[in-house]
């Protein structure tokens, strides 16, 4: 019966399992409402290990609460492996959690009267995995990976918060669930457990498991194989998110908002040289070719510029038109963000370190398309 219920993994890696959609939570209380989350999209891929970043209070615990059925969207819809889980009532999407979920809670919530080995066998008790005599064996195994073994006795309130935290975590791994929802799980860690419980995730996630890890902590973002920026209840675009990393997350959102996706086809052009550049461009996916076309006649491709490169920058930070010409490549279609010039010129004032960024980006390329032209004239003329 388990088994049934429980979804596949590993050989289905890489394709959709969940999807948020058009998600928003407003709380009412007595002191008025709070919209929390504003209209969030996301579809995340089985075997991703994904980090949810964000200030405090950005909505981070609120977003995951949405993907765990703990608590309801005021609209929208959250589907898992394409079951709409606000559809099913209340019990069974609490035996559907129990089965397919292992969550970290920010605050633990270990149970006060059991010791840290019982909170661990406790999922399994609850959806009824394993022989009630190999439970205590597969609890003990858990505590040991997290460094816990010696404390398995001990009640929540005798062990340390890290420890608390750690043994938080055995338990979300009890079921061997295949999604596993942690909310800040290496807050109260030193860097040592921290970086252990980041292997842990990283392992499980390449072995098919799907990771959805909130944290502050920005150098956390480094391990996980995705970062998501959510700010005052809006999720960044990803595609900002990456391409332009020193903009606070604010004006990320702010120029999430502004953006227009733009597609490409195969071999399109996309700036013309020598005509005025209108608008920054940013690579959601594709690859796009930068090409020079000299006194001589062949073309030069000087670049390729792939997935969270920008270009466009050169001729608005230096007025004038284009000096060379972009096209999408000629395998597969381009899919850009555009934002127009006077959203460009409105970042740089807000943003000087982006627009000292981009100005070095700027010298860096007009540069390599000098030496990549004189090579060029030197190979035609001697
Ligand atoms: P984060 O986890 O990013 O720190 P939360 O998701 O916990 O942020 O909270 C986002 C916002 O929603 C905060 O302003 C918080 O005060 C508010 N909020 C969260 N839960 C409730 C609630 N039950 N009632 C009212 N407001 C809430
Ligand atoms: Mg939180």
Sequence with gaps: MTKRTQLKLATVNGTELIKIEQVVKTFSNAAGEFTALRGIDLTLNRGEFVAIIGKSGSGKSTLLNMLTGIDHPTAGKVLVDGIDIYAQSESKRSLWRGRNLGIVFQFFQLLPMLNLLENVMLPMDYVGMYDV???PKRAMELLRMVGLEEQAQKLPRAASTGQQQSAAIARALSTDAPIIVADEPTGNLDSRSAN????????LSERGKTIVMVTHDSTMTQRTSRTVVISDGQLVNETIAQALPLLSQPLMKELSNKAEKINFAPNETIIRSKDPVQKFFMIISGKVD???HGRGKDD?????LERNDFFGEIELMRGGKSVASVRAAEDTPVELLAISREDFYWLMGESPLTE????NIVQ???DEQ???DRRKRKRLFG
Excluded: M
């Excluded at 252990?196 to 392992?203: G, P, Q």
């Excluded at 030069?300 to 390729?304: F, G, N, R």
């Design 196 to 203: 252990h419980i980041i292997d842990l995730f990283t392992e």
């Design 370 to 372: 000098k030496q990549a």
């Design 300 to 304: 030069l491709t000087v670049s390729q």
């Design 356 to 359: 000292k960024a981009i100005g």
């Design 290 to 292: 930068v090409v020079l």
């Design 133 to 135: 005599d190999e439970r």
């Design 364 to 366: 860096k390329r007009l």
